[in-house]
């Protein structure tokens, strides 16, 4: 019960009592007020419309025995449900059975009480029906507000998902194009260079004028420091175009064989051999689920710990055993070369077919170089 509805009551009680003590003939009937706060107290407790009903029928009974009771009938019809039920509810109509006895009571009273009673009785049911409509505005504002806060948190959730698919992209982009910048480098410059390299020597060896010799050798230097330049500038560009995970997360946005959740909890990065090496592992692994598995989920799982790195690709086929697994390693399923790569980095690795088909590896950190 809220405070405004118990501030309505103690009005309405307050009124109904004056009219009744005003009455000397019904002063002595203390049992009428007792029985009328106990009745609207236990009305006011209880939500269910059958047990207010009940309540009120109750009340109805009563007021044969005790007439006194009608003067506390507008106390009882705040919380009869009329007026402030929305819906149609089938006990509704029954309830008007307790107008009965106050009909019944006008014709014994005195004129000022036969209007006062009904105009409380009509004030009681108009301010019960207000605070039900101010009601349902409250909750409705709160559903409002909880619906508000709930679309904002998922709109932050999906604008910060997005903030990431851009850098993602960004950086994917990025990476791509120093990539493609370094191929331009090395397959027209560097070619360019080779063959100059390779026609001042040509010259240099079918030169017999030696005060041309030591310009064709200065040439060749030259040519070649530039070579060597150009080589450590299209590495550089290379080695910084290696992103570990958004490497990996291009192949796995990329994997359409079955659904593969992906895992990334490295805030050091690896030496860029080992990285190279990681997602040489990944490709083989994706691919080995592809071709000789029947998984309907997959997961990936790259994850950094203060002495190693650990790599898990772990599927839920059932159609590989363990003795297919050293089959396959004979017949080149891609797994030996796996380990290859793992054992050059000193690392271990263990294959699991027990449940699913996975494969653990780790890679100890400071022997990656």
Request: charged content about 20%.
């Amino acid at each position: 019960m809220t405070a405004a509805n118990l501030t309505n009551k103690l009005i309405i009680f307050a009124c109904c009592l004056t009219v009744f003590l005003g009455q000397d003939h019904w002063k002595a009937s203390v049992v009428s007020v007792l029985v009328s706060v106990s009745i609207s107290a236990f009305a006011s407790y209880f939500d269910s419309v059958g047990i207010k009903t009940a309540l009120t029928l109750v009340f109805t009974a009563l007021t044969l025995f005790y007439p006194s009771l009608v003067f506390f009938l507008p106390l009882i019809a705040y919380d009869i449900p009329i007026l402030n039920d929305k819906p149609l509810h089938k006990y509704r109509y029954i309830n008007l059975l307790c107008m009965v006895p106050l009909v019944e009571f006008l014709r014994t009273v005195p004129w000022p009480v036969k209007g006062i009673l009904p105009v409380l009785l009509l004030l009681s049911l108009l301010v019960s029906y207000h605070a039900w409509l101010l009601e349902n505005q409250r909750s409705r504002l709160l559903r409002l507000s909880d619906r508000a806060r709930e679309m904002a948190i998922r709109l932050e959730k999906q604008n910060r998902e997005l903030l990431e698919k851009q850098h993602y992209i960004l950086s994917l982009a990025t990476l791509n194009e120093r990539n493609r910048i370094a191929r331009e480098i090395h397959d027209n410059v560097g070619h360019l260079l080779s063959s100059a390299i390779l026609q001042s020597g040509a010259l240099l060896a079918l030169n017999r004028d030696e005060r041309l010799e030591e310009n064709l050798k200065n040439l060749s230097a030259t040519l070649s420091q530039a070579m060597d330049n150009i080589r450590a500038s299209v590495h550089e560009l290379y080695d910084e175009s290696i992103d570990l995970e958004t490497q990996i997360r291009d192949i796995v946005n990329k994997f359409d064989f079955c659904e593969i959740h992906f895992d990334y909890g490295i805030n050091t990065p690896p030496e860029k051999k080992l990285q190279l090496a990681i997602i040489f592992i990944l490709k083989e692994a994706l691919t080995n689920v592809m071709k000789h598995s029947n998984a309907t989920h997959a997961e990936l799982i790259l994850r950094e710990h203060p002495a190693f790195y650990q790599l898990i690709v772990r599927d839920n086929g059932t159609n590989i055993s363990q003795a297919a697994v050293n089959e396959g390693e004979k017949e080149g399923m891609g797994l030996k070369n796996i380990t290859d790569r793992v054992l050059a980095f000193n690392g271990n690795i263990n294959i699991k077919t027990d449940d699913g088909f996975t494969i653990f590896i780790t890679f100890p950190r400071g022997n990656d170089k």
